[in-house]
C-alpha cells in the first residue's frame, strides 16, 4: 500500500496464531533516514496498542457460549 506521503510503501500481514490469537507485522518501506524512521516506529507503536485496546474492549462485549 502506497503511504500517503507518495515515498513510502506499508505492509501489514495478520497471522493467525490459535484461539484468540494473532499477530500483526507492520513493515513501512523506503523511510528516507532514521529519524524519520523513529517518528514512524512510535507512531505505528501507538496504533498498534490503540487497536488492541479496541478490540479487547469489543471481545469482552461478545456473549461467551
Same mark, same amino acid.
Given at each position: 500500500?502506497?503511504?500517503?506521503?507518495?515515498?513510502?510503501? %506499508?505492509?501489514?500481514?495478520?497471522?493467525? $496464531?490459535?484461539? @484468540? $490469537?494473532? #499477530?500483526?507485522?507492520? #513493515? *513501512?518501506? $523506503?523511510? +528516507?533516514? /532514521? +529519524?524519520?524512521? /523513529? +517518528?514512524? @516506529? /512510535?507512531?505505528? =507503536? #501507538?496504533?498498534? /496498542? =490503540?487497536? @488492541? %485496546?479496541?478490540? =479487547?474492549?469489543?471481545?469482552? +462485549?461478545?456473549? *461467551? #457460549?
Amino acid at each position: 500500500v502506497a503511504w500517503g506521503d507518495g515515498v513510502t510503501n %506499508l505492509s501489514i500481514d495478520f497471522y493467525d $496464531k490459535g484461539d @484468540k $490469537k494473532s #499477530q500483526i507485522v507492520i #513493515q *513501512h518501506l $523506503k523511510i +528516507e533516514n /532514521a +529519524e524519520r524512521a /523513529a +517518528e514512524l @516506529k /512510535a507512531f505505528w =507503536e #501507538q496504533r498498534v /496498542a =490503540e487497536l @488492541k %485496546l479496541v478490540l =479487547e474492549n469489543s471481545l469482552s +462485549e461478545i456473549p *461467551h #457460549q
